[in-house]
């Protein structure tokens, strides 16, 4: 079974458009992440999700919205898209927000902004 | 803000043999974790090893354990027996307890690009 998941594994689309990343855990997890890897691979953190509020927000244009309908999910929102927002991003989750829980991580999302 | 630099951007290793990926870190806290994560060409993010800044004891998982050197900011991966399943690239990662006052979350380095040379 896989423990976190992500929806689509490609996204390909115009400048301008509105998207969105879904991503779910099943690992009963109580905070979950965005991260995004540039084309150079480096990760940082966007978001990261604990008991459905948001508890930190990097310096990510508002342009992007994470939202949460349940301690499972946690999707990524992201209006107007420009070139530069091509990257992988991807979910992660840990137990709690605590530095001492292991984070996992989804398979990320390829997207492709043209 | 805490920083993590990974010095080597490609190594190169032959099959069977030993290879060691380096890390430093910055920070100014005194408890704190610190993780190898693999990435293969899947993309997959996969745990490797993790260590808790307050243990003496070097982490060790099968093939792989760490070097942590807590005063000098240290924190190598070594891989004994390299297989060529090993071939992706590495991230050295740090997390502090969170402050509340803004980066949480994962610091990674840039990475290291390991080949496994049959």
């Known amino acids: 079974d896989t423990a976190v998941s992500q929806t689509p594994k490609y996204l390909v689309t115009q400048m301008g458009n509105d998207k969105s990343i879904k991503c779910e855990q099943n690992l009963g997890h109580d905070t979950m992440y965005w991260y995004k890897q540039d084309s150079k691979k480096f990760l940082k953190i966007m978001f990261s999700y604990n008991n459905k509020e948001l508890i930190i927000n990097e310096t990510v244009p508002n342009r992007f919205s994470p939202k949460s309908p349940d301690k499972a999910h946690l999707n990524l929102h992201i209006n107007s898209l420009e070139l530069g927002d091509s990257a992988v991003y991807f979910c992660?989750?840990?137990?709690?927000?605590?530095?001492?829980?292991?984070?996992?991580f989804g398979p990320g999302t390829r997207l492709l902004v043209l | 803000a805490q920083t993590v630099t990974q010095s080597q951007p490609e190594m190169s290793v032959q099959e069977a043999e030993t290879v060691t990926l380096s890390c430093t870190y910055d920070?100014?806290?005194?408890?704190?974790?610190l993780f190898w994560y693999k990435q293969p060409p899947s993309r997959q993010m996969i745990l490797v090893i993790r260590?808790?800044?307050?243990?003496?004891q070097n982490a060790t998982e099968n093939r792989f354990s760490v070097n942590f050197q807590k005063a000098a900011k240290s924190f190598s991966l070594k891989i004994s027996d390299s297989q060529l399943g090993d071939a992706a690239m590495y991230f050295c990662?740090?997390?502090?307890?969170?402050?509340?006052?803004?980066?949480?979350?994962?610091?990674f380095g840039k990475g290291t690009h390991l080949i496994i040379q049959p």
């Open positions: 990662a740090y997390r502090a307890p969170y402050s509340g006052g803004g980066a949480d979350g994962l610091t």
């Open positions: 920070t100014s806290e005194s408890d704190y974790y």
């Open positions: 260590q808790e800044a307050y243990k003496q």
């Open positions: 992660a989750s840990s137990q709690g927000q605590g530095h001492r829980e292991t984070q996992y």
